[in-house]
Each structure stands twice: as structure tokens, then as C-alpha cells.
């Protein structure tokens, strides 16, 4: 496996060091270069500070290596969010002399970089062994490597890290310089320990609000008393800018025109495979997949390759085209292998100074020379295997516990065991080899099969469907005669055509201008619409035509523009249920007497009394909600008094503490929740900065313009 898929696999590593924060182009990135050359090489400001085309494009292609099959949307958004967090933490950690040095680098590089994460980059201790990174840097940067494009991936990821580690230590220390002494003291952990530890036994009725509005019908709230209510508080209202949007959207899907190209172009691709003897380089130069060598048993190939082999298991044999959603495939069936699904098997491992978790000094040549002596005498006495095996085996533990046993081996791990085939039935039971790993070199011995199966290989072209630059372009004409015939009309006659039509269609959503996103939207093209509909020259009915990354079109209809106000119905949704409670306590405190009994309260709403609850802060459930305010009552009030009513989040409760138990321990417990308290506090006050900076910065985005 190549240090690449190591990387791709563990991809919450690269999340770990870019988590210091808290184009629709889908092109090469040197095309895509040039294309923003042509125009600017800035795509964004941070108070002043450039963020250059190039540096949005090097992160946007580090981050799709690391996050394959996320939308290239997803992607972007967090390229962007990234730069910005990363901008304005470095002026800060500039502004009071924060820097870094070749130390610092060697330190981060050691301990928290990608590479730090790799098994086969560290020592016997699980630290980046620098001599042995070096040595990949040697082989990654050497003149003489023939171009491979993994290689050259890799090498992207590298230059990327060696730019980018620098800005994340300064990034780093001025974070670690504003938690300097900023820790829970032993009074707050022994309160927040006091608050896990404290409970209390209630009895308690509980009545929902809806019940209460039922019983006293009210569900009316005139509007002048809103109005009132607004016009004494209107502190309450921050006045801010709406826009009201509606979309039409024309997807992008390919014709029957193009169905019937794509399935001439598949079985002319068809013929060719079957007639050529060169797949490996066929499917290389055809299919949007890469040449897979591997062979599957029959459990693990698709269905439909599964039903395939069931009628012809000849080598040569062709399946297809068929067509699985918008992909076409055709299949060839070119090997075939009797493979044993699991094996038993044990080793002796030479190890050396170049191997994960090695403790040997030896050197690589060295180990390898005594694997194969060890290995040419077991070929004339395979008895010795045993002896070799408590003499000369680096693998003490499993030599010691289990003789040498790997135990039983699947086949879909045979990667992981090097090239000798276990799995293969020529290979059979008492059999020994010699294999190489990240461990060192290994002497197998297979001690035990199951029965063999056949296993089997295919060449696969597989061609997505995409619609025609013809179909594309009807498309955009069908949306542009749509909006030239229907522009003038009112937004219901709008859409209403729209959905005569059979296009989708999203009414009236009000958006602000601080807004990234469009909620239950959310395409790449958002930031791009918001823009629109806040610009100057912008009128009530204006319509623009967007285009996203699938080929989609969308028509906005800018329906309304609110200028520093909130919508009526706005108000009434927040209000309502206020006023509605502040009704209730009104009719409560007419209905309830004072120091009432919890049974006077279960008649007079009908209710149960609900026996011998346990509540305490930490959790504050009760009823199956957090209710942290009917928590606090119950420990405050005497055991056996009846409590006044307390207005929850979903209803009213009336409560009556019968015990009050604490498991509080000694002093000395509070080191844990001193721990717990400080990652919280430590989070919030980066949360919080995140916050502050992005507010009291100026951020211009240019993304729109390309």
C-alpha cells in the first residue's frame, strides 16, 4: 500500500491539524492557474492581506486528496474557511513577535504533521524517525525518478506541508500564549464535582403548555398587542436588510441522444477488449478506473458480475454493457485462481533498524541475509522451523504466547503479508516462504487452508454519462426562452409556469447578507447569489440566471427587499409562545394558591403524580428534556414543600423534593474534573476568538468573479 492510501485512510490526521481553526472548477490545477491569471491572482483579502489564486488552489488540491468522494463544494467552503482562520491568527501571533525557527519546524514535523502519523516514518517509541523520513524525502526529491503521478502527488502534499507547517506553529503558540494560565480553579471543579454528585428525589407533576392553551383557549394573541409589545421593546429588535429569494432550477440531464452515442461508444470499446490481449493498457487508456489486478472471490465480486460467472466462467468471456445509474460498464473476465479464503499460518521475523516497532540494530542488509540463510536451510529441513523459531525470531511476544502464530489470515488482507501468495493453491499446507513487510522479512510456514474457491480477475471499463455539450447547450436555451417569456409575470404566475413546466421550484426564502450559505439550498454558487441580490442596482422582480458544477441552471426571482426590518409573521413565531407564558402565569397565579400541596395540583389538572425521580445539574433531565431551571428548584427548596410553578421548555412543572443525596468525596477527585473543565473552557474561548476576529475584520471575497 503507498505512503498516499496510508494517508487517504487515516484521514481524521489531516482534520487533527487543520482543526488549529476550530470552483466548481474541475480542472487541472495548472489549467486552472492560468485561467486566474488571465484576471487577477487575487481571490480574497483578509484586513489588507492577500490570498493569492495560487494558495487557495494548493489547499483546495490538498484537501480533495484527503477527502475523497466529499463534493468539490464542501471542499472549497473549508479551503476558504481555512485561510481566513489561518490569516488572521498568524496577524495576531505577528503583531505581539510571534515566530518560528528550524526547531520549532523539526519539533512540529516530529509530532504533528502527516507524516508523524505514518507507522512505517517511526521509531521503536512511535516517533517520526527522522533518518528514515529523510530517507523518503531523498527518494521523493531525487533527479532521477521517471515520472510516476503518485510520486508527484506525493510531492505536492510535501512542499505543501513544508510551506504550511511554519504559519500553523505561529498559528500554535499564540494560541498556547492566550491559554497561558488560563485554568479552572479548585473552587469551580469542586462545584462542578458537587453538581455531578448531588441529586435529588422528587415527586413531580408535569403540565405541557398545549394543554394549558387548550384548556384556557389560548391560541389567539391579537395582533395589537404584538404591536404593542414590539413598539415598548424595540431594543429587542435589531434592525437588518432581508432579501426574499425564489429559485427555478432546470436540471442538467443527458439526452437520448446521448444515451444512444454512449452505448455505440460501449460496444465499440466492447469489441476492442475482446479482441485485444493487451488490458492492462486497454482499460488504462479507457476506462475513467484504474486497472485492477486483484482477483475476488465470487462472495465479494458485484451481483451482477456474481450472476456472470454463474452461466460462464470462460477466460475471455465478455459481460455487458450494462448500465448501473448514470455509469456504463463492460466486464471481461481474463484470470482465474483457486484461492483458500482463510489461512493458518506462522512466522519467524528478522527484523531491522529500518522496521516499525523494531528494537534490532542490524541493518537492512544484514537481516536479509539471515532471513535467506534461515529460510534456503528450512527448504531441506523443513523439521527445523520450530528451532529457528525460538533462536533466531524478533517477534518475542507472539514467539513466547503463541509459537510463532499469526492465527487464521484473511485472504482480503493478503496485501498486508507481502508477495509470497498464501492464499494461492499451489501453495499448500506445510509450505514455507519468504515475504518482506514494513516488519522486517518474514518465514512463513502455512500450518492450515480452507478449502480452496476460485477467485477471479477482470478488466473493467467503466464510462460515466455525462450530458453533451448539445444537450447543455438546448438546455440553456430552453431557460433562457423560459425566462424571456415569464419575467414580467408576478412570482406566483412564475412559478406556477415553472411547475406546468415540470421544474423544480423553491419559494421565498429570506437570506441576510452576511449569510454564506442558503439554508435547505446549498449548492456552490450561494455566496455567488446572495452577492446579487444585495448589490445597489438590485430591484423587486430582478431574475438572474446561475449555473453550478453539475451543469445545473437556476433562475432566482428577487421577490422582495426588506430594508432594516423584520417581517411581521418573523416577529409573531418568536413572540407568540412569550406572550402565550406570560398569559399563563397571569391565569396561574389567580388559579394556584400559594404553598398549594402537589395533590391539590394533580386535581385541579387532572395529572399523575410521578414518584421518586432522580435529578441532579450535570444531567438535568426530567420528563425526557433538559430542564436545568426545575433542577435548580429542586435543590433549593426545603424536602416535602411543594414548589411554585416553574416554567420549563416544554411545560409546566410543580415539583416536591422528598431526599437530597450527595456521594461527595474528598479534594483530591477533583484533579480529573479540573481536566474536564479546562478542554471545555479552552474550546469555548476559541470558539468565542473565531468569533470576535471574523467580526472585527475586513474580509473581502473575490470567488464570485471567477
Same mark, same amino acid.
Given at each position: 500500500?503507498?505512503?498516499?492510501?496510508?494517508?487517504?485512510?487515516?484521514?481524521?490526521?489531516?482534520?487533527?491539524?487543520?482543526?488549529?481553526?476550530?470552483?466548481?472548477?474541475?480542472?487541472?490545477?495548472?489549467?486552472?492557474?492560468?485561467?486566474?491569471t488571465e484576471k487577477s491572482n487575487i481571490i480574497g483579502k483578509v484586513n489588507g492581506e492577500?490570498? /493569492?489564486?495560487?494558495?487557495?488552489?494548493?489547499?483546495?488540491?490538498?484537501?480533495?486528496?484527503?477527502?475523497?468522494?466529499?463534493?468539490?463544494?464542501?471542499?472549497?467552503?473549508?479551503?476558504?474557511?481555512?485561510?481566513?482562520?489561518?490569516?488572521?491568527?498568524?496577524?495576531?501571533?505577528?503583531?505581539?513577535?510571534?515566530?518560528?525557527?528550524?526547531?520549532?519546524?523539526?519539533?512540529?514535523?516530529?509530532?504533528?504533521?502527516?507524516?508523524?502519523?505514518?507507522?512505517?516514518?517511526?521509531?521503536?517509541?512511535?516517533?517520526?524517525?527522522?533518518?528514515?523520513?529523510?530517507?523518503?524525502?531523498?527518494?521523493?526529491?531525487?533527479?532521477?525518478?521517471?515520472?510516476?503521478?503518485?510520486?508527484?502527488?506525493?510531492?505536492?502534499?510535501?512542499?505543501?506541508?513544508?510551506?504550511?507547517?511554519?504559519?500553523?506553529?505561529?498559528?500554535?503558540?499564540?494560541?498556547?500564549?492566550?491559554?497561558?494560565?488560563?485554568?479552572?480553579?479548585?473552587?469551580?471543579?469542586?462545584?462542578?464535582?458537587?453538581?455531578?454528585?448531588?441529586?435529588?428525589?422528587?415527586?413531580?407533576?408535569?403540565?405541557?403548555?398545549?394543554?394549558?392553551?387548550?384548556?384556557?383557549?389560548?391560541?389567539?394573541?391579537?395582533?395589537?398587542?404584538?404591536?404593542?409589545?414590539?413598539?415598548?421593546?424595540?431594543?429587542?429588535?435589531?434592525?437588518?436588510?432581508?432579501?426574499?429569494?425564489?429559485?427555478?432550477?432546470?436540471?442538467?440531464?443527458?439526452?437520448?441522444?446521448?444515451?444512444?452515442?454512449?452505448?455505440?461508444?460501449?460496444?465499440?470499446?466492447?469489441?476492442?477488449? *475482446?479482441?485485444?490481449?493487451?488490458?492492462?493498457?486497454?482499460?488504462?487508456?479507457?476506462?475513467?478506473?484504474?486497472?485492477?489486478?486483484?482477483?475476488?472471490?465470487?462472495?465479494?465480486?458485484?451481483?451482477?458480475?456474481?450472476?456472470?460467472?454463474?452461466?460462464? =466462467?470462460?477466460?475471455?468471456?465478455?459481460?455487458?454493457?450494462?448500465?448501473?445509474?448514470?455509469?456504463?460498464?463492460?466486464?471481461?473476465?481474463?484470470?482465474?485462481?483457486?484461492?483458500?479464503?482463510?489461512?493458518?499460518? /506462522?512466522?519467524?521475523?528478522?527484523?531491522?533498524?529500518?522496521?516499525?516497532?523494531?528494537?534490532?540494530?542490524?541493518?537492512?542488509?544484514?537481516?536479509?541475509?539471515?532471513?535467506?540463510?534461515?529460510?534456503?536451510?528450512?527448504?531441506?529441513?523443513?523439521?527445523?522451523?520450530?528451532?529457528?523459531?525460538?533462536?533466531?525470531?524478533?517477534?518475542?511476544?507472539?514467539?513466547?504466547?503463541? *509459537?510463532?502464530?499469526?492465527?487464521?489470515?484473511?485472504?482480503?488482507?493478503?496485501?498486508?503479508?507481502?508477495?509470497?501468495?498464501?492464499?494461492?493453491? =499451489?501453495?499448500?499446507?506445510?509450505?514455507?516462504?519468504?515475504?518482506?513487510?514494513?516488519?522486517?522479512?518474514?518465514i512463513l510456514r502455512i500450518d492450515n487452508k480452507s478449502k480452496p474457491e476460485p477467485a477471479?480477475?477482470?478488466?473493467?471499463?467503466?464510462?460515466?454519462?455525462?450530458? /453533451?455539450?448539445?444537450?447543455?447547450?438546448?438546455?440553456?436555451?430552453?431557460?433562457?426562452? +423560459?425566462?424571456?417569456?415569464?419575467?414580467?409575470?408576478?412570482?406566483?404566475?412564475?412559478?406556477?409556469?415553472?411547475?406546468? *413546466?415540470?421544474?423544480?421550484?423553491?419559494?421565498?426564502?429570506?437570506?441576510? /447578507?452576511?449569510?454564506?450559505?442558503?439554508?435547505?439550498?446549498?449548492?456552490?454558487?450561494?455566496?455567488?447569489?446572495?452577492?446579487?441580490?444585495?448589490?445597489?442596482?438590485?430591484?423587486?422582480?430582478?431574475?438572474?440566471?446561475?449555473?453550478?458544477?453539475?451543469?445545473?441552471?437556476?433562475?432566482?426571482?428577487?421577490?422582495?427587499?426588506?430594508?432594516?426590518?423584520?417581517?411581521?409573521?418573523?416577529?409573531?413565531?418568536?413572540?407568540?409562545? +412569550?406572550?402565550?407564558?406570560?398569559?399563563?402565569?397571569?391565569?396561574?397565579?389567580?388559579?394556584?394558591?400559594?404553598?398549594?400541596?402537589?395533590?391539590?395540583?394533580?386535581?385541579?389538572?387532572?395529572?399523575?403524580?410521578?414518584?421518586?425521580?432522580?435529578?441532579?445539574?450535570?444531567?438535568?433531565?426530567?420528563?425526557? +428534556?433538559?430542564?436545568?431551571?426545575?433542577?435548580?428548584?429542586?435543590?433549593?427548596?426545603?424536602?416535602?414543600?411543594?414548589?411554585?410553578?416553574?416554567?420549563?421548555?416544554?411545560?409546566?412543572?410543580?415539583?416536591?423534593?422528598?431526599?437530597?443525596?450527595?456521594?461527595?468525596?474528598?479534594?483530591?477527585?477533583?484533579?480529573?474534573?479540573?481536566?474536564?473543565?479546562?478542554?471545555?473552557?479552552?474550546?469555548?474561548?476559541?470558539?468565542?476568538?473565531?468569533?470576535?476576529?471574523?467580526?472585527?475584520?475586513?474580509?473581502?471575497?473575490?470567488?464570485?468573479?471567477?
Amino acid at each position: 500500500m503507498s505512503f498516499l492510501e496510508k494517508i487517504r485512510k487515516n484521514t481524521w490526521i489531516l482534520f487533527f491539524f487543520i482543526g488549529i481553526s476550530m470552483l466548481s472548477f474541475i480542472l487541472d490545477p495548472h489549467i486552472l492557474l492560468k485561467f486566474f491569471t488571465e484576471k487577477s491572482n487575487i481571490i480574497g483579502k483578509v484586513n489588507g492581506e492577500n490570498i /493569492s489564486v495560487k494558495e487557495y488552489t494548493n489547499c483546495f488540491q490538498f484537501l480533495k486528496q484527503f477527502r475523497k468522494g466529499e463534493s468539490d463544494y464542501d471542499i472549497k467552503k473549508d479551503t476558504w474557511n481555512l485561510l481566513i482562520h489561518e490569516k488572521l491568527l498568524n496577524e495576531q501571533a505577528i503583531k505581539v513577535g510571534i515566530q518560528s525557527n528550524k526547531e520549532d519546524f523539526l519539533n512540529t514535523l516530529s509530532k504533528q504533521s502527516i507524516y508523524s502519523y505514518i507507522p512505517e516514518f517511526q521509531d521503536k517509541y512511535g516517533f517520526l524517525d527522522i533518518k528514515k523520513f529523510q530517507l523518503y524525502l531523498n527518494r521523493l526529491e531525487s533527479p532521477s525518478n521517471y515520472y510516476n503521478p503518485q510520486l508527484e502527488v506525493e510531492k505536492k502534499i510535501w512542499f505543501y506541508e513544508k510551506e504550511n507547517i511554519p504559519k500553523r506553529i505561529v498559528s500554535k503558540k499564540y494560541i498556547e500564549m492566550l491559554m497561558y494560565g488560563l485554568n479552572t480553579s479548585s473552587v469551580e471543579a469542586e462545584l462542578n464535582f458537587k453538581g455531578k454528585e448531588l441529586f435529588s428525589i422528587v415527586d413531580y407533576v408535569f403540565i405541557p403548555y398545549s394543554e394549558i392553551e387548550r384548556k384556557y383557549n389560548l391560541f389567539t394573541i391579537e395582533n395589537k398587542k404584538i404591536k404593542n409589545f414590539v413598539q415598548k421593546h424595540k431594543f429587542i429588535y435589531k434592525k437588518e436588510n432581508l432579501r426574499s429569494l425564489s429559485f427555478i432550477i432546470f436540471k442538467s440531464i443527458p439526452s437520448l441522444d446521448d444515451e444512444i452515442k454512449m452505448k455505440k461508444k460501449m460496444e465499440e470499446l466492447f469489441h476492442k477488449l *475482446k479482441l485485444t490481449n493487451q488490458n492492462l493498457v486497454f482499460v488504462s487508456n479507457q476506462s475513467e478506473k484504474d486497472f485492477d489486478s486483484n482477483f475476488y472471490l465470487k462472495k465479494d465480486l458485484p451481483i451482477m458480475l456474481q450472476n456472470f460467472i454463474k452461466k460462464d =466462467k470462460k477466460i475471455g468471456s465478455m459481460f455487458g454493457p450494462f448500465k448501473n445509474g448514470n455509469q456504463y460498464m463492460i466486464a471481461k473476465l481474463i484470470g482465474k485462481e483457486m484461492i483458500s479464503n482463510y489461512v493458518l499460518s /506462522s512466522h519467524i521475523l528478522i527484523s531491522h533498524e529500518d522496521a516499525i516497532r523494531s528494537s534490532n540494530n542490524r541493518n537492512k542488509k544484514e537481516a536479509k541475509k539471515i532471513a535467506n540463510e534461515i529460510y534456503n536451510d528450512l527448504k531441506k529441513n523443513p523439521y527445523k522451523f520450530d528451532f529457528f523459531l525460538k533462536k533466531k525470531s524478533d517477534d518475542f511476544l507472539n514467539t513466547k504466547k503463541n *509459537k510463532g502464530s499469526l492465527g487464521w489470515l484473511r485472504y482480503e488482507d493478503q496485501n498486508n503479508i507481502g508477495k509470497y501468495n498464501i492464499f494461492h493453491s =499451489k501453495n499448500k499446507i506445510g509450505m514455507i516462504g519468504l515475504t518482506e513487510t514494513k516488519f522486517g522479512y518474514h518465514i512463513l510456514r502455512i500450518d492450515n487452508k480452507s478449502k480452496p474457491e476460485p477467485a477471479y480477475q477482470f478488466a473493467l471499463i467503466v464510462k460515466t454519462l455525462f450530458p /453533451s455539450k448539445n444537450t447543455e447547450d438546448l438546455l440553456y436555451n430552453e431557460v433562457k426562452f +423560459f425566462l424571456k417569456k415569464n419575467k414580467n409575470y408576478s412570482l406566483n404566475i412564475f412559478l406556477n409556469n415553472a411547475r406546468k *413546466k415540470g421544474y423544480d421550484t423553491i419559494l421565498l426564502k429570506d437570506v441576510k /447578507s452576511t449569510q454564506w450559505d442558503i439554508n435547505e439550498f446549498n449548492t456552490e454558487v450561494d455566496k455567488e447569489i446572495l452577492n446579487w441580490s444585495f448589490e445597489k442596482k438590485r430591484k423587486e422582480g430582478d431574475t438572474h440566471i446561475f449555473s453550478n458544477h453539475n451543469k445545473n441552471y437556476i433562475i432566482a426571482y428577487l421577490s422582495k427587499i426588506k430594508k432594516k426590518g423584520y417581517l411581521m409573521e418573523e416577529i409573531k413565531n418568536n413572540l407568540i409562545p +412569550f406572550l402565550r407564558k406570560e398569559r399563563i402565569k397571569n391565569i396561574l397565579s389567580n388559579t394556584v394558591k400559594k404553598n398549594i400541596e402537589l395533590e391539590e395540583v394533580s386535581s385541579i389538572f387532572s395529572k399523575r403524580i410521578k414518584k421518586g425521580y432522580k435529578i441532579n445539574f450535570h444531567d438535568s433531565i426530567i420528563n425526557g +428534556f433538559k430542564e436545568p431551571k426545575v433542577v435548580g428548584f429542586s435543590l433549593s427548596l426545603k424536602k416535602n414543600k411543594t414548589s411554585k410553578p416553574i416554567f420549563g421548555e416544554k411545560g409546566i412543572f410543580f415539583i416536591r423534593p422528598i431526599k437530597h443525596i450527595s456521594s461527595y468525596k474528598k479534594p483530591s477527585y477533583f484533579s480529573h474534573e479540573i481536566e474536564i473543565s479546562n478542554t471545555y473552557l479552552r474550546k469555548k474561548i476559541l470558539e468565542n476568538l473565531g468569533k470576535v476576529l471574523i467580526k472585527k475584520s475586513k474580509i473581502k471575497d473575490y470567488r464570485k468573479d471567477f
